[in-house]
């Protein structure tokens, strides 16, 4: 069977600037994959030319569809929430509008059954429905990102950075709930991190990009045993 | 009668009177402020866009129309105009700059404004109005039946589109892009199209501040220019992010300026543009966004 | 200096010097009444150089800079209408009129930005006929000011003008008048503009945090954009003035503003050299539209409008865009072709 997701030499570019150099990558149904790589290395765009919000070009497959000349509104409804940089969530907006809003291509039915399975999910939502979203604090904003990718029903989940600008405690939290969706509801997870210990722990395999190539690629466990890998990215 | 009686009852007046006109510059203010969240323009020809659909209306009845027939078919044509202005001449210029789109919409209002006068002449047309120019005496004040009725139309419209927006799945979707067109294109919402129907309700704004205004100033294809310019007022005062600023900042600029010129013998008509205009820039000066314009909350 | 640069001013130099050999000789061909078109095209040109120091090189919009020339225009008509100064020493008076009320506007302007300001500057412009016409006792009011046949006005009307040992019509001396002035500003700007100041500007454009964190005097600087571009506007408000041979309160009226930044837009922000074509579109496209298309009422308007439309659609980022567009592959084959 092919994989769920299927990168084949794609490349990017910014105006003059070229992000992505011939990528090639693979998220299987039910998997869950890293991207690592320094600042620059062309990790955002990796997920910004699946969910098309970046100009590309190259083979892009997504259960047997290709995404090579949707735009985001497109990719989206083909069940891939991409949680974007910043977490992209409408800060003038409640909690139940945001969550409300990935549920925006579903049904009026489905959204009820979905927004009680999220708030089961984070309780605390529940009493705050009514707050602006800008009014929370970053890791519960990360949190509702999470929430709203859940609410579009995806078959694969792009996070990217979910640790950025967070503590410990609720990064540890974070991936945490992210790696029981993926073991539990088999949702499939491509995540985009500079933090390469929690990534390697939460997902099944990797790949390291630098300056928009895959350079390095493997099970978890071969890229914390790889030299330079645990150098450069795991510091030990 | 009481002390200060007739003073009373014509200041009663002439506040009542003053949230008629009001509320015409407060539907055309909110149309500038959708239009100002969803492209970050102002829109020039919203006034003008207004006058043709009041000279579509007027034409519908002149042909035998009823006039709520004509009305309501106004709303929608103006509606469908909206959607396409926004897809013909604004769309293609999303990515310029601002002052690439300001200019567009200046061609819209000269262009407009030359087909009216092309279509339909120069002259002077008298619109028919949907209430009764009598009046109904309240307590020894006399309030105009039309005064009321405008100040009706104008708050139901505001209030069905404050529905709209609020409760509804395409209303939230018309605030989501307006926010954060990228994260909404993300969540599946069509932002080309949200912003093509933020035109449309504009427009259809701008078509029901047209009608309620004919009756009162008479028709010609320069009607609104005054219009445009209080609204504009109204929108600044009430802070461009603010559809309820627009509208509030709308009456307050329709009653205030009715009680001055009435009030003040210094001002009259002559200065009361000018009057409005030092009103916005004092307010400027001291509050730069407006009376309710957003100090977004935002942590990181 | 690079070489890149060396050819870029040295075309610019040459462009210019071009330009002027060719407005020297231009009314040899031009009857009078051309000459006296294209002296407005020379005022539109000094009025639209002025808006794109502010709009073009700091990012600030002004819907009102008519409100700017009617200041300069106003200045001079009293000046010559009312005080017999001689006409030609109101014009840098008029620009340094214009100047102070930009320095003036333009410090509370800095605690607006974007439209706020682009929309309190329109309600200057909006604001000024009325005062003008409210306070009659300097302004004339309604009735406005006469220059005609004034004492301090040169060929006191349509008679010949003497000057430098030449002769000139009424109309060809307006030509020679706004057209040297327009050049001495050009280079002016030029100047200006290619320097330390047009750099800082610039900066605050593309960026006012970045610009300020690397030591720039935002308020500074961004009022000075706006004094320098009231001077142009005033002086060329002067020049408008002595053109029309009076002022009234709609000499100056609203849609003149919108013109001015239609043709600012046409023209290219942040360059000086698509300026003429702005000028040119401002005084002709109108002309043309009922000359071509049809007298009916409203109907050149209409025509004008589809125009502007069509070209802004086109060039979205005005001539100057497409003057950069299309240079860009020449200069980048010069280039090649050397270093091979």
């Keep these: ?72 509104e497109s990719v989206s409804r083909l069940g891939i929430a991409h949680v974007p940089e910043g977490r992209g969530t409408f800060g003038e907006l409640t ?69 950025l600008g967070l503590a410990p405690s609720i990064v540890g939290e974070i991936f945490r709930r992210v790696k029981v969706l993926n073991a539990e509801e088999g949702l499939s997870v491509l995540i985009v991190e500079q933090n390469a210990v929690v990534a390697l722990d939460t997902a099944a395999r990797a790949y390291v990009l630098e300056v928009g190539r895959v350079v390095v690629t493997g099970s978890s466990e071969e890229l914390r045993r790889n030299e330079s890998v645990r150098r450069s990215y795991l510091g030990y | 009668m009481e002390p200060g009686g007739p003073l009373m009852a014509n200041f009663l007046q002439q506040v009542v009177s003053g949230l008629a006109t009001g509320g015409i510059y407060g539907s055309l203010a909110l149309a500038l402020v959708l239009i100002y969240r969803a492209t970050r323009v102002i829109n020039f020809a919203q006034g003008e866009m207004g006058m043709f659909a009041t000279f579509i209306a007027l034409w519908l009845i002149e042909s035998g129309w009823p006039y709520w027939g004509a009305f309501f078919a106004t709303l929608a044509i103006a509606f469908v105009g909206g959607v396409v202005v926004e897809r013909v001449v604004i769309r293609p210029v999303e990515r310029a700059p601002a002052v690439t789109v300001v200019i567009i919409t200046i ?37 105009s039946i039309q005064d009321l009725g405008v100040i009706g139309v104008s708050l139901a419209a505001v209030g069905l589109l404050y529905v709209f927006f609020r409760f509804t799945k395409l209303g939230l979707g018309l605030r989501a892009a307006a926010l954060n067109p990228e994260a909404s294109r993300l969540v599946g919402v069509r932002v080309g199209w949200m912003l093509a129907l933020g035109w449309g309700f504009a427009s259809v704004l701008g078509a029901l501040s047209g009608m309620m205004v004919a009756p009162l100033v008479f028709l010609d294809p320069n009607m609104m220019r005054a219009v445009l310019l209080y609204a504009l007022a109204a929108a600044i005062l009430g802070g461009l992010d603010s559809p309820i600023g627009a509208v509030v900042g709308g009456l307050v600029l329709g009653v205030g300026l009715n009680l001055i010129s009435t009030y003040v013998d210094f001002i009259g008509d002559q200065l009361k543009l000018p009057v409005a205009f030092a009103v916005i820039l004092a307010v400027l000066l001291v509050k730069p966004t407006g009376l309710f314009g957003r100090t977004t909350v935002r942590r990181v | 200096m690079t070489r890149r640069r060396a050819i870029t001013l040295g075309a610019q130099a040459g462009a210019f010097l071009v330009a002027v050999a060719l407005l020297t000789v231009l009314p040899h061909w031009l009857g009078d009444f051309r000459a006296s078109q294209v002296a407005y095209v020379g005022i539109y ?84 006929p009325a005062v003008l016409k409210k306070f ?48 001495v500003l050009f280079l002016i700007a030029w100047l200006v503009l290619g320097g330390r ?9 593309d960026s006012e945090i970045a610009a300020t964190s690397s030591g720039v005097n935002l308020p500074l600087y961004k009022t000075l954009a706006f004094g320098l571009s009231a001077f142009y506007a005033g002086v060329a408000g002067s020049l408008f003035a002595l053109a029309t041979t009076f002022v009234n309160p709609d000499t100056f009226p609203i849609i003149l503003s919108l013109y001015l930044l239609i043709g600012a837009v046409i023209s290219g922000l942040g360059s000086l050299w698509g300026i003429a074509a702005g000028a040119l579109f401002i005084q002709y496209v109108p002309d043309l539209a009922s ?26 980022f005005g001539l100057t865009g497409l003057i950069r567009k299309s240079a860009r592959p020449l200069t980048d084959r010069l280039f090649r072709g050397h270093n091979q």
């Design chain 3, 45 to 128: 040109f000094i009025a639209i150089m002025g808006l794109n120091i502010l709009t073009g090189y700091t990012g600030q919009i002004s819907l009102g800079h008519g409100a700017f020339m009617a200041i300069g225009g106003y200045t001079t008509a009293i000046m010559v209408g009312h005080h017999n100064v001689r006409d030609l020493w109101t014009i840098p008076l008029a620009g340094l009129v214009a100047g102070g009320a930009g320095l003036l506007f333009g410090v509370p302007a800095l605690r607006l930005s974007g439209l706020y300001l682009a929309l309190a500057t329109f309600a200057i412009a909006v604001a000024l």
């Design chain 2, 107 to 143: 061609g819209l209002l000269i262009g407009l404004n030359g087909a009216a006068f092309w279509i339909w002449g120069g002259e002077t047309r008298a619109f028919p109005s949907a209430f009764s120019t009598r009046a109904i005496h309240v307590g020894g004040v006399a309030f």
């Design chain 3, 136 to 183: 009659d006792h300097f302004t004339g009011g309604t009735q406005g000011i006469q220059l005609f046949g004034r004492p301090g006005f040169t060929g006191k009307g349509y008679e010949n003008v003497h000057v430098l040992g030449q002769t000139l019509t009424f109309n060809n001396w307006l030509y020679y008048l706004t057209w040297t002035v327009a050049a």
């Design chain 3, 197 to 205: 100041m047009g750099r800082t500007f610039r900066a605050i454009r």
């Design chain 3, 291 to 316: 000359k071509y298309v049809s007298k009916a009422p409203g109907a050149p308007s209409v025509a004008y409008a589809v125009i502007l439309i069509i070209v802004v659609l086109l060039l979205p």
């Design chain 1, 1 to 72: 069977m092919p994989p769920l997701l299927q990168l084949e030499d794609v490349h990017a570019r910014y105006g003059p600037t070229t992000a992505l150099r011939g990528i090639s990558l693979t998220v299987g149904e039910g998997e869950s994959v890293a991207v690592l790589g320094a600042n620059g290395a062309g990790k955002t765009t990796t997920l910004r030319a699946i969910s098309g919000t970046v100009k590309r070009s190259g083979r892009i497959e997504f259960a047997g569809q290709s995404l090579g000349r949707r735009g985001p």
């Design chain 1, 95 to 163: 909690v139940r509008e945001n969550l409300r809003l990935g549920a925006y291509t579903q049904r009026g039915a489905a959204f009820k059954a979905d927004y009680v399975r999220v708030l089961n999910l984070f309780p605390w939502m529940a009493d705050r429905e009514g707050q602006q979203a800008g009014t929370l604090s970053g890791g519960e904003q990360q949190m509702l990102a999470l929430g709203r990718a859940l609410m579009q029903r995806p078959r694969l989940l792009l996070l990217d950075e979910p640790s």
